[in-house]
């Protein structure tokens, strides 16, 4: 087990890919502490964990919410040694989510954008990283998306807010690599979340032909359309290279943003 002893923290972690990276995290030997909006969800998640993880409720685009969670985790675990900023999503159609034009989005909603995606991952930070130096160092992986990399038509406040994720995880790989604290990104592509289910349900709506499909149907075309690889990326794709950036396998790894996306990317600017 890689993660023995280790304390992890995931936020947003009470479903979908945070539950994946916990599932993953635990079964490395991480004690892992799911922190969510939805409180008993994590607590849920948690046990069924096991291995002493615990599930806390808190908003963390607030820093004191943050701090708090934090302190918890601290008192209950004894310590942080790896964070996982997941906490995140494209958010409902309308102002600032899925599927709206910008010159459509509010200022309301551009903010949302922002705190749901980049203000979450700079409390959660700003409260652990005192507790991950006491430990003598560790792993901050800060999960962004490919729209941070790429454009993002149908989401550009979601992706504005990615790429800052993305600029904030290589200044704070600079600045804390003489902590021994490495910060690493991850830019999942195609996974089957409650933001591209959001997604497949506005094609559905605005796009003729996506009329008499299901949503999860509309994903999975998608996928075979713009996935070189032809398949869709899983929770546990995501949670095992958290494993791998948080372990000791990648001790000389820090400030990289890496896409877990089938080869997606790798086709912007090509014919």
């Given at each position: 087990m890689r993660l023995r002893e280790k304390v992890a923290v995931v936020t947003g972690g009470a479903r979908g890919i945070g539950a994946g990276i916990a599932r993953c995290l635990s079964a490395e030997g991480a004690r892992v502490a799911l922190v969510d909006l939805d409180g008993p969800e994590a607590q849920n998640t948690a046990a069924a964990l096991g291995g002493g993880a615990i599930g806390l409720a808190a908003d963390v685009s607030h820093e004191?919410?943050?701090?708090?969670?934090?302190?918890?985790?601290?008192?209950q675990l004894g310590g942080i040694d790896i964070?996982?900023?997941?906490?995140g999503g494209?958010?409902?159609?309308?102002?600032?989510?899925?599927?709206?034009?910008f010159t459509n989005i509010t200022q309301e909603g551009w903010d949302d954008q922002l705190a749901t995606?980049?203000?979450t991952t700079f409390a959660v930070t700003k409260a652990a990283i005192p507790?991950?130096?006491?430990?003598g160092g560790g792993s901050v992986v800060n999960i962004a998306s490919i729209a941070g990399l790429i454009p993002a038509v149908a989401i550009p406040a979601y992706g504005a807010a990615k790429a800052g994720v993305i600029s904030l995880t290589k200044s704070l790989a600079l600045e804390l690599?003489?902590?021994n604290v490495r910060v690493n990104a991850i830019c999942p592509g195609f996974l089957w979340t409650r933001a591209w289910e959001m997604l497949a349900t506005w094609l559905k709506m605005t796009n003729p032909r996506y009329a008499d499909r299901a949503p999860r149907d509309i994903f999975l075309e998608q996928c075979q359309h713009a996935v070189p690889l032809h398949r869709e990326q899983t929770p546990e794709d995501i949670g095992k290279l958290v494993v791998f950036l948080s372990s000791d396998?990648?001790?000389?790894?820090?400030?990289?943003?890496?896409?877990?996306?089938?080869?997606?990317?790798l086709r912007v600017g090509t014919a």
């Open positions: 004191a919410q943050a701090a708090d969670a934090v302190e918890k985790i601290v008192a964070v996982v900023n997941n906490a494209g958010g409902q159609t309308g102002t600032g989510g899925v599927g709206n034009p995606n980049l203000r507790h991950v130096q006491r430990r690599a003489a902590h396998d990648a001790c000389n790894i820090t400030g990289q943003a890496i896409a877990v996306d089938g080869g997606i990317t």
